[in-house]
T-cell receptor
C-alpha cells in the first residue's frame, strides 16, 4: 500500500517568509510525528499527534513553529517568519499507535532551504 | 535527560557480522527499544524493536541486556547496501529521542 508522503519534496524560500509543509500519513495510522534533521545530524523531535488527544508540542523550537492535523489524517507544519537556521530536512512519520506498536514509517522528507 | 548513546562510526567487512551497540541507561521497564537506519537522502527505515527478549527478523537480530540498559543490533552478513546511519531509540513517553546514530561503512 501507499506509504507516508510529504510535499513539497524541496522548498526554497526567503528569510522572513512563511512556509507550509504537508504530510499524508498511512491510512488508518492514528499517530503522526514531525522531526527536523539538520545536515549531518540526528533527528530532532518536533511534535506528536495521537488520535483526538492534544498534541505533544514539547519539541517545537519556537512559537514560529506550529502544526495541525485535520480529521485525524493529513498534517501541516507551518513555519512563520523563516530564519536561515530553519534550513533542514523535515521528516514526517506515522504509526498505528499503542504500546509496542509505535513502529514509525517515515516519509521521504521535505528539504527546506531558507536564503 | 532521556537519551541513547551510540558510537559515531563503525566499519565492517562485507559478509561479516556487524554489531552495533547502543546505551539507553535511562529507559524504564515498559519502554521499547527501536532500531532504524537511514540511507543517504532517504527517510529512516524501521529495522527491529524489542522490550526484554532478544528478537530476530529477516533484517537483523536485537540483543537486549538483562538490565535493559543497552542493546546490540546484529546484521549477520553485512552487504554494501547496509552502509547507512543506524539509529537506536526508545519510546520515552511517546517522545522518541533519536541521537546522531552510528554511521556504518561496509567495506568490500
Amino acid at each position: 500500500g501507499a506509504g507516508v508522503s510529504q510535499s513539497p519534496s524541496n522548498k526554497v524560500t526567503e528569510k522572513g517568509k512563511d512556509v507550509e509543509l504537508r504530510c499524508d500519513p498511512i491510512s488508518g495510522h492514528t499517530a503522526l510525528y514531525w522531526y527536523r534533521q539538520s545536515l549531518g545530524q540526528g533527528l530532532e523531535f518536533l511534535i506528536y499527534f495521537q488520535g483526538n488527544s492534544a498534541p505533544d508540542k514539547s519539541g517545537l523550537p519556537s512559537d514560529r513553529f506550529s502544526a495541525e492535523r485535520t480529521g485525524g489524517s493529513v498534517s501541516t507544519l507551518t513555519i512563520q517568519r523563516t530564519q536561515q537556521e530553519d534550513s533542514a530536512v523535515y521528516l514526517c512519520a506515522s504509526s498505528s499507535g499503542g504500546r509496542g506498536a509505535e513502529t514509525q514509517y517515515f516519509g521521504p522528507g521535505t528539504r527546506l532551504l531558507v536564503l | 535527560d532521556a537519551k541513547t548513546t551510540q558510537p559515531p562510526s563503525m566499519d565492517c567487512a562485507e559478509g561479516r557480522a556487524a554489531n552495533l551497540p547502543c546505551n539507553h541507561s535511562t529507559i524504564s521497564g515498559n519502554e521499547y527499544v527501536y532500531w532504524y537506519r537511514q540511507i543517504h537522502s532517504q527517510g529512516p527505515q524501521y529495522i527491529i524493536h524489542g522490550l526484554k527478549n532478544n528478537e530476530t527478523n529477516e533484517m537483523a537480530s536485537l540483543i537486549i541486556t538483562e538490565d535493559r540498559k543497552s542493546s546490540t543490533l546484529i546484521l549477520p552478513h553485512a552487504t554494501l547496501r547496509d552502509t547507512a546511519v543506524y539509529y537506536c531509540t526508545a519510546d520515552y513517553g511517546q517522545n522518541f529521542v533519536f541521537g546522531p546514530g552510528t554511521r556504518l561503512s561496509v567495506l568490500p
